[in-house]
């Protein structure tokens, strides 16, 4: 056995996850492909790419000290910040001995006989583990669609998931974007202040919100600061991992007036506050449409041409059942000249040519294309890696019907593998390092668990699998979720199976059914 365990990904998962398995007294080596650490904030460097959680919220909790001294320059952080903030937590607790970079893992292969796993990244010796963690991030493989001609296109095609490092310049530019989900909405301002010209080619409008976004009041930053510990608490308890003080009312309990009221005081706070305006909003469809045309009706207010404005207007999905975005200045940046929005539903995307895009028979010449078109989502990295268990059974095999977990952590037939933030638990759909911390913190509870009582694996049972797939499933179908083609859904990448992968009944109810799990012997799995 080369190390007790091997964590794949240097994230925000991999990296809290080598934390606390040295802090509990295990060997661990991380294996990451990138070529420092970050995750998903060292891929996408794309130009306004920011975190939609406030930063103070958006990052970790486990250290007192950590978040005493770490000062956030903005209410909404950009990527270069957030990832300078996880190198220094690489820095500070010493982790970068324990990880090798550029290592792309490629296979891992459980061999029941020794209970242990053999990792396999090219150019390295393979490494034998007892255990196998997959911190491999849910939105880490970016989907490049398959859209004719692109290999013919004469200038630089970036996707916002793969940004190179070196400086892109836009300046002087005519530059294409095709999508408009968080992505796209984010880099379109900030392309059109460098571009000459910039056209946006939209499939389908989205939901999206102001962030409000600026520097941190460092008053009200002393105020977090000071209340540190409570404020993590009632993120930790609440549903979805960032406590924003849901209202208990629903929709139609009050007027007219008395809901325009809250939705304008909760727009006015930025972000995801409109989110909490009532509790029904995602169950209730006639509740929805309230806190749509809201939204619309502000689309309408800040876009200038009707006709643009009209394109923009998001129709056809629940609010919330794609991701909301957090913008600055995204429908504003559509009343400046030199930007253009060609609305593929009217005008489809016939091609790409050499010099630019053909949609509804009209080129748009371009110099660089953005491909803001998003990733293969909570599956995708996983498929990606010759995953073994228990007699060969292969994980993409396992999972083609959509994936299959016991509480998003383990999987029948591959022992000794956990998943972090993964497919089956609540994850994409609250704050991602909330959840990672909760994950990561029961993970190496288990671990510890089976060492003191001398155990050598772990393995989800067939039946508490199944049980957690229908629960995940009957969850999700009693909301409105499912009603949008959504990446949630895996919906985005042609023929994947289309299963709404993640736990909607918000992280607080699921620690407790996590949590009672590890009460219970671990209820649910087999433990040798
Ligand atoms: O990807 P998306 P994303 N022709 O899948 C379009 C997180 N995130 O990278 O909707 C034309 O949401 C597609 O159109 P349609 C966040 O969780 C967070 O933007 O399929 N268009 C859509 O408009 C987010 O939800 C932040 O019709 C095509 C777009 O591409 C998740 O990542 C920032 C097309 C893809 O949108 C993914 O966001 C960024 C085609 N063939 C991301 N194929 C934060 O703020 C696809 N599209 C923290």
């Known amino acids: 056995m080369d190390v007790d365990a091997v964590v794949i990904g240097a994230g925000f998962a991999g990296l809290y996850m080598l934390h606390e398995l040295r802090a509990r007294g295990f060997s661990a080596r991380v294996l990451e492909a990138g070529s420092d650490v970050g995750g998903t904030w060292y891929w996408n460097r794309y130009p306004g790419a920011r975190c939609d959680i406030e930063s103070v919220d958006y990052s970790y ?45 490629t296979a891992a292969h459980f061999d029941e006989g ?3 796993w053999t990792v396999h990244a090219p150019g390295l010796p393979p490494l034998v583990s007892r255990f196998c963690i997959m911190a491999t991030g849910c939105l880490s493989v970016p989907q490049v669609p398959a859209l004719p001609g692109l290999g013919d296109f004469h200038g630089p095609v970036h996707h916002t998931g793969n940004w190179p490092e070196s400086d892109v310049d836009f300046s002087g530019r005519a530059v294409g974007v095709i ?13 059109a202040r460098q571009a000459a010209r910039l056209t946006v080619f939209q499939r389908t409008p989205n939901f ?24 993590r608490e009632a993120n930790r308890a609440s549903s979805g991992g960032v406590d924003r003080a849901t209202n208990e009312q629903n929709t139609f309990d009050v007027d007219e007036d008395q809901r325009l009221h809250e939705f304008e005081s909760r727009w006015g706070r930025g972000g995801f506050h409109l989110l909490g305006s009532y509790a029904d909003i995602m169950v209730d469809q006639r509740a929805n449409d309230e806190v749509a045309e809201f939204v619309r009706g502000k689309i309408r207010e800040v876009v200038h041409d009707p006709a643009t404005a009209e394109a923009l207007l998001p129709r056809g999905h629940p609010l919330g059942s794609k991701r909301v975005c957090v913008d600055t200045g995204y429908f504003e940046a559509y009343n400046q000249d030199h930007v253009t929005l060609v609305d593929l539903r009217r005008s489809p995307l016939e091609t790409i040519t050499a010099r630019g895009v053909r949609a509804g028979g009209v080129e748009h010449e371009l110099d660089s294309l953005v491909l803001a078109t998003g990733f293969d989502a909570m599956t995708g990295a996983l498929d990606r890696i010759d995953v073994r268990g228990r007699d060969g059974c292969e994980l993409a095999e396992a999972w083609s019907g959509g994936p299959a977990t016991y509480l998003g952590l383990g999987v029948a037939g591959f ?33 510890d668990h089976l060492r003191r009582n001398g155990y050598r694996s ?37 023929g994947k199976q289309q299963v709404f992968m993640p736990y909607v009944g918000g992280l607080d109810l699921y620690e407790e059914t996590c949590d009672a799990v590890a009460a219970n012997d671990y209820r649910g799995f087999d433990l040798k």
């Open 114 to 116: 020794a209970a242990c």
């Open 415 to 447: 022992p000794n593998m956990f998943v972090l933030a993964g497919p089956g638990s609540p994850s994409v759909l609250t704050n991602m390092v909330t959840s990672i911390e909760q994950h990561v913190q029961w993970t190496a509870g288990c671990v």
């Open 458 to 494: 772990i393995e989800a049972t067939e039946q508490a699998q199944h049980d957690w797939v229908e629960h995940v499933r009957e969850l999700a179908a009693e909301t409105l979720f499912p009603k949008a083609a959504s990446w949630y859904l895996g919906a985005n990448v042609p």
């Open 179 to 191: 999508g408009t989900g968080s992505s796209g909405i984010q880099s379109i301002p900030v392309i």
């Open 208 to 231: 999206s919100v102001p962030a409000f976004n600026g520097p941190l009041d460092p008053d009200e930053f002393r105020e977090v600061k000071a209340r540190y510990r409570e404020r």
């Open 61 to 105: 909790s486990f250290s007192e000290s950590l978040q005493q001294e770490w000062e956030w320059s903005e209410r909404y952080s950009a990527q270069p910040e957030i990832l300078r903030y996880l190198s220094h937590v690489a820095d500070r607790f010493d982790l970068r001995r324990d990880i090798t970079f550029d290592a792309r893992v």
